[in-house]
């Protein structure tokens, strides 16, 4: 769930090339993407596969605690 209707998760593993061009090898990065309307809303973590891996639910819950008013 999210912004009141449902959202897709997606995951994508590989090497990650900052914005201060370092290149970051074994990254994760998980995105949810929620079509309303005309309008598309991205969230996405990006870091190591362990550091999201251990906080996808809080991912999760934040994704799904957004609102509209």
Not at 25 to 32: D, E, F, V
Not at 46 to 58: H, M, P, S, V
């Amino acid at each position: 769930p999210m912004l009141g209707t449902t959202g897709r998760l997606v995951q994508i593993r590989g090497d990650f090339t900052g914005m201060d061009g370092a290149t970051r090898h074994g990254s994760l990065l998980i995105g949810a993407v929620c079509e309303m309307g005309g309008q598309t809303v991205f969230v996405k973590m990006t870091g190591t596969r362990g550091a999201i891996l251990e906080n996808k639910d809080k991912f999760e819950t934040l994704c799904a605690s957004l609102k509209l008013n």
